[in-house]
């Protein structure tokens, strides 16, 4: 198996090494960002590649860049999948960004997604039904696994998603200033790091909370669980998402989850059973439902089980990657 990076990304925390049968590939792309005009120079390269090692199968995504660079190559057959903002934000960008979302779906072979709802905006693109599936990922449960250590009185908030307009970590912070002028027993646990950060700490600056909040940079994947057990709530202000790799280690950590209601949050969190859902982008609401939740804290315990059982029946890398591999034979025996 081989792979090809198409853009360098400076903040990629991935630190698990590739697996020793995956080869990458080096070629005219993943030396920078993506740029339109790269588009001829980066399609004859890959098919360069797809000469030299000719593969049976191609697995190429997001939509609108990494798989139009697949099917314009010509080679066939193409898996096409989803990375979520693809279908939900950037495909609806503009004309020209319609059209290509389009003619990559029709020229796919098949197609994958890591939720429902994005699926079904495949087929209204053009994707044929018959030739898709839904993929939601998965992690591993024994590395995360709820924590047997009791928590004191504070309530702690937890959120790991990047600082980048996309997931809304601001709309975090503003929340958090209302609640925690408030609420002296409550404090905030923000990982990672993005071209947000200016912002962001100056709203908890602004909102005299910052020494509440504790920034915990970029974690290993090794370490991430012992972050995870620090928490009382784990929070998704996310905008865009198909389902969640981080949703998921809260949920199989046993923790209470409190995201944005957007479509694939929904398909992951039933109300009041293993979370709550807020309004996306609302900070007001966000607040609410904290205070809503800190006021119900009896119920965490029930709630956290209810979270676990969610991961196990729908979160388990190991058997939901099988659904992958089906995808692969599926689409060997379409070449055959």
Known sequence: MFYLKLETNQRQTEDRPVPSNIQQILWAGGQREFRWSDLPRLILDF?????????????????????????????????????GYDLVQDADRNFWMKRITRYVLRNSSYFISDARFTCDKAVAYGMNPERTAVFPWGIDLKQFMPSTEKHSKTITLFCSRTWESIYGVDVLARAFVKVATTNPNINLILLGGGSQGTKIRQILLNGSVL????????????????????????????????????????????????????????????????????????????????????KNRRAFKQIGESARKTAEQKADWKRNFGKLLEAYDKVVLMRR
């Open 211 to 294: 020494d509440r909040v504790h920034f915990g940079g970029q974690v290993s994947q090794r370490d991430l669980p012992r972050w995870y057990h620090m928490a009382d709530i784990y929070i998704s202000p996310s905008h865009v998402d198909g389902s969640s790799v981080s949703l998921m280690e809260a949920l199989a950590c046993g923790l209470p989850c409190l995201v944005s209601d957007i479509p694939g949050n929904r398909e992951w969190i039933i109300e009041g059973e293993n979370g709550w859902l807020f309004r996306d982008g609302d900070a007001d609401d966000l607040a609410e439902k904290i205070l809503h939740t800190i």
């Open 47 to 83: 098919r360069r590649v797809v000469k030299e090692i000719k593969p049976d199968i191609i697995h190429a995504g997001p939509i609108q860049t990494c798989a139009f660079i697949a099917v314009l190559s010509g080679f066939r057959p193409v898996l096409t999948m989803s990375w």
